[in-house]
């Protein structure tokens, strides 16, 4: 009972300190001025749990972000935002979400058709419904597919609206999204952060699921391909997107291939996918980059995210894309004036989801109206903003805008009125936000999502909510101040749990996912190199610092041989020039730190991180985490001073963050192609570096020192210890770092390793003979393992060296990105 006082005391305390904007709606107090029975349900829930725990269940929200990299963008930064997500959601009650969904399909419709005309017979223009200047002022106009029918009959695969609730309480349209709408993957996100905050208030409040909605949209694309298991590719502009984390997620989380323009070829009216076993048909290209730019050679010819072909593709009906190119027309700002009219013309109906009212400077009473009422509007783009990305920029109010800024603004209405259109101020309503430990009104945009399915529109139950700690907001985007919040539907019946999982019992059983990518084998296999090249260098940290410890456990003393080891380091671009004078322990703490040192520990790993990020759908949550905590540690210099003990230190914990990212590739990647090509970059890596190692320390001329340290780099003292007690010998070094094909160090083993993922990999030509990279690998394996420890000079160490390089450019000129000198796959047979 006293438990339960508290609680309720609690929540009395937070509803009364809620203070609601003045004149503004809000989403937990209703119309009658009372908190709406979901809100106090749920908000009794979180009243439930102790002050600490509460806390915990924040903190667990904000951890699981930061763990699993969830991040953005913002547009013209180099580096990426963790995902700012607030921990309490935006509610929904079931009777006014079915009036959003109503109004979010009818709009759907209306675009759809709206998109057909234009694109088709154009009536809407000829018979003076929509001035033509409305159309072809938009940038999002595509001249080049006029005429064309897309594949799979549909302009529109996924539409987006984002919506504001007036002061009638009613929810107005703010924007349409058509081009390339972003933020279903955060949506998502924020979705399985706050079910694990709070598990059991999550089930108990019986919250509408997501997965059905994905699985629809996934449906309806593969409806639009010509074959029954299609090829469906996600085309990102790449790593440096505002929104590549959300990119890589969905194609993970639906089976996608996730593509680049560089690796679509397009042929004979069909597009391909550059894939390690040659050219693959791709179906289905759902596209996240604006239109403009998918195809230089039709479209902006300085694009180097396209694909040159695809408009001519298109035409052919050899590859459906999602949206269509020119689907963003109905972004434009200049269209919202006549969508009422438009309605009842395509539809026969009224707007059921209205939105605020817009003027088109275009137009001369409109353009009128505008100037007389100019100091009450808000003047936007009418036809959006170059370079500001997805998320352009908000309407201005003039009346706030300075004398200069004013008559800027001014002066380009009157010399170009087309280019814009008055608006009235929207101020958006608010909904709780948990902010200095209590409850905040906050500003909201509500995005909703629309798939198209075979049974009509599917709409997303819930959508991407963004909230701004400003009062006065107008217009918000992920920026300064601004905060993602899931949605939460609230359904009046018990909501069954189902995810992305086939119910069918009639599923194909499938080993295989499908053909490598070339791009992924690429940086699959660079992420590997960097990492390896990165742990061999902390090794020889490592034994930097352990030559300078004055104990009798104390290795590798020999003035020569510590030499040997910074001139390595200098060789191998770890350090700079001017700290090959300075003492070894501060030439091992700049290896492992000075970022302008390509070859310095934090530089390979910057590496290793940024192929990561290319193929990160490709990636486990664990094997990200570790690589981005490990980059962040060895960036955190700290106030402590540099010494050799925490140089030593500091080489010890970064050789076991590498020993667990190695355990996690081992464990956690299937044993198919995108593993082969990890685990080759390792091993030619590997090779190589022993071979350098065994060159600069194991010379004719070696010292004890010099095999000692050998073996700590090639970590095999335990090996050799264990097999011979007459002492270290050269010989015997050398036969077990180079040439034991039992010793996972060896190079000897990472050649055997390399033959055998070779005589995996699928052939270009089905022809009997002998790729370049197998037929150098055979060669180089049969020579090592005839070879005596003997008779190993400097020379042929160096010979197998090179040849391991030279390998590895057969593989890259093999299996890797070849421009437009990518052949298809053929089967080349005879009678036998």
Known sequence: MARRVRDEARLTDWLSAYRPLPDTPDELIGADGRPRDYWLKFLGGLAELPGEELEKRFELATRHIRDTGVSYRIYGEDSERTWPINPLPLLLGSAEWRQIVEGVQQRASLLEALLRDIYGPARLVTEGHLPAAAITGSPDFIRAVRGVEPPGGRWLNLYAVDLGRGPDGRWWVLDDRAQAPSGAGYALENRLVLSRAYPGLYNATNVERLAPFFSDFRDGLAEAASRSEPRICLLTPGPYSETYFE????????????????????????????????????????????????????????????????????????????????????????????????????????????NIATWWCGQPAERDLVAGRIDELAIAGAFGEEGRGSERAGPTLVADLGGEERASLLAAIRDRPFDFVGQEVVRLSTTPAWRDGRLSPSPFVLRVYAAATKDGWRVMPGGFCRT????????????????????????????????????????????????????????????????????????????????????????????????????????????????????????????????????????????ARRAAASTRERLSADFWKLLVDLESRLADNGPTPVTETNALERAETTLQVFAALSGLAQEDMNRLAGWRFFDMGRRIERGINTCRFTRSFAADDATLDDLDLLLDLADSQITYRARYLEGVALSPVRDLVLLDPFNPRSTGFQIASLRDHLSALPPLLEDGMLEEPRRLILKLASDVEAEDAASLGAGKILAVEQRLMALSEAVAARYFLQGSTAAPAAKHTALA
């Open 247 to 354: 990119q890589a997620h969905l194609a993970r989380y639906l089976g996608f291939l996730l593509v680049e323009g560089e690796d679509l070829v397009a042929r004979d009216g069909r597009v391909f996918v550059r894939t390690i076993a040659g050219l693959k048909r791709a179906d289905v290209i759902w596209r996240r980059i604006d239109a403009d730019f998918i195809d230089p050679l039709e479209l902006n010819s300085a694009s180097r995210l396209g694909v040159p072909g695809l408009v001519e593709a298109l035409r052919a009906g050899g590859v459906a894309v999602a949206n269509m190119p020119g689907s963003g027309v109905v972004e434009s700002r200049a269209l919202l004036g006549f969508l009422p009219a438009l309605a009842q013309r395509l539809l026969g109906e009224d707007l059921k989801l209205p």
């Open 468 to 607: 701004s700690d400003r009062a006065d907001a107008r217009a918000i985007s992920m920026g300064e101040g601004a905060e993602a919040a899931d949605v939460w539907v609230i359904s009046d019946q018990p909501v069954e749990r189902v995810s992305l999982m086939a119910g069918r019992e009639d599923v194909k059983v499938r080993r295989i996912p499908g053909h490598l990518p070339s791009r992924a084998a690429d940086n699959l296999y660079w992420l590997a190199r960097y990492l390896e090249r990165a742990e061999a260098t902390v090794r020889l940290v490592r034994s930097l610092c352990t030559s300078l410890m004055e104990s009798e456990a104390a290795l590798h003393s020999a003035g020569e041989t510590l030499a040997r080891l910074k001139g390595l380091l200098f060789a191998w671009g770890a350090i700079r020039k001017d700290a090959l004078a300075g003492p070894a322990w501060m030439a091992a703490a700049n290896t492992l730190r000075d970022e302008r040192a390509v070859g310095s520990v934090i530089g390979l790993v910057q590496a």
